[in-house]
């Protein structure tokens, strides 16, 4: 069995890939190295020779019809699990097009390609926030989808068009939707790492609005374990949702990073609040949790290891927190801190 791992560079997809690699699977990554992208999340696998024997790097774009379908032929891909997508909210707030290129066009190269080759799996790997804000209760896979930002559009496009293709094609495809994951190597402009990353340099935190918006936080390790579960016990054709059960405000988490820092809480600065902001997210996952699956990290006890690891990893994100990266905090920043909340 071959894997292709798309975004395999990236912060879950480098999980997967680890966890693929140490079951005996031969992985294929194929990633554009963004900005999001790092070779050295995969140091694990390409430093050990026992693992990168089952091993293989492409650095390519996933819109690249020739590339990819010279990889389908040349290394006889039979599961495909998509997780390479532009992901940033702020990022697609700023700017739209490479998020409707990746996060669509992209899944439509992949879906073309595993169509021709006759695939056994393709996993979509897509979001909770393609429901958009939940108010009350939680959302089932078989609820209304209101994406309410471009990324968030953009990964509801994918998500659609992979459905389509089993509907129309029968080509065996299963979508997850995942709630906010948490873990090591995750980049810097997200907000558990930029929160930790700014305490640890003793600079500002900036808590969008009120900071009472709730997210619920699986941990990566777990939502691999999900997706690993569901290539041999999902259905076709089917949606799953992967939920941490730990919906928490912004300001706790916030609280609580600065605590294990011991770090003052006057770091913290209510800023502007995200454009369409979604209030809450939240997930039923009666549907994944019936087959067998459940989470095992809880979440104080992942954040705790979390913190540790980017305390005692500080080369990997100083590189990343560069003169591209600082360009980049203070356009999406800059305007924010002026218009700090009191
Ligand atoms: P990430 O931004 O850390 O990594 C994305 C990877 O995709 C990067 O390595 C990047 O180089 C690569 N990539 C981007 N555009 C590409 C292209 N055109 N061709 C090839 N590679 C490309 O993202 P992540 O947080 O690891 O998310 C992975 C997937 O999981 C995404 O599809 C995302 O929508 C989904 N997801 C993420 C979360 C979360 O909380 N992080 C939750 C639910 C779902
Ligand atoms: O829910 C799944 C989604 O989770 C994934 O599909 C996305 O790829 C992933 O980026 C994440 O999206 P969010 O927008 O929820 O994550 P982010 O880390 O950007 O923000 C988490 C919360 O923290 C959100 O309510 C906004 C807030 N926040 C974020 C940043 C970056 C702040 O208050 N300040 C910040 O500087």
Redesign the pocket.
């Known amino acids: 069995m071959s894997i292709l791992i ?9 999980h997967f890939a680890l966890r693929m690699v140490n079951q005996g699977k031969h992985v294929v990554v ?9 070779i050295e ?1 995969l140091n694990e696998i390409t430093g050990d020779e026992n693992k990168f024997k089952y091993f293989k790097f492409y650095k ?4 690249n019809q020739e590339l990819v379908g010279h990889i389908f032929s040349s290394e006889g891909v039979d599961v495909v699990i ?7 909210v702020d990022r697609s707030i700023m700017s739209a097009g ?1 998020f409707i ?3 669509i066009k ?1 899944v439509f190269v992949l879906l073309e390609a595993s169509k021709r080759h006759g695939i056994k799996k393709f996993i979509q ?5 393609v429901y958009g804000t939940v108010y009350h209760d939680a959302f089932k896979e078989t609820d209304t989808l209101n994406p309410s930002n471009p ?1 968030s559009a953009s ?1 509801t496009g994918g998500d659609r068009l992979a459905y389509a293709y089993w509907v129309t094609y029968k080509l065996p495809i299963i979508i997850t ?6 873990g090591d190597y ?2 810097p402009e ?1 907000f558990i790492p930029l929160f930790i990353t700014n305490a640890l340099e003793d600079k500002k935190l900036p808590l969008y609005g009120d900071g009472q918006q709730i997210r619920d936080w699986i941990h990566v390790e777990d ?1 691999c374990a999900a997706i690993d579960f569901l290539i041999v016990h999902g259905e076709n054709g089917e949606v799953y949702n992967i939920g941490g059960g730990n919906e928490r405000c912004n300001i706790d988490t916030t609280y609580f990073i600065l605590d294990e820092l011991n770090k003052p809480r006057t770091l913290i600065e209510h800023v502007k609040d995200r454009e369409g902001h979604d209030r809450r997210y939240a997930l039923d996952c009666t549907k994944i949790m019936s087959l067998g699956w459940k989470t095992q990290i809880k979440f104080e006890t992942g954040l705790r290891d979390t913190i540790k690891w980017y305390k005692n990893n500080q080369k990997w994100w100083k590189q990343i927190k560069n003169s591209a990266f600082v360009e980049y905090y203070n356009r999406q920043y800059a305007h924010r801190f002026v218009n700090t909340c009191k």
């Open positions: 798309t975004g395999g560079a990236g912060f879950i997809g480098s194929l990633d554009k190295l963004t900005y999001a992208g790092n999340n390519g774009d996933i819109c998509n997780f390479a997508a532009e992901t940033h490479t290129d990746t996060d992209g790997v897509s979001t909770d926030e990324y990964k939707r995942a709630s906010n994951n948490y995750q980049h997200k939502h």
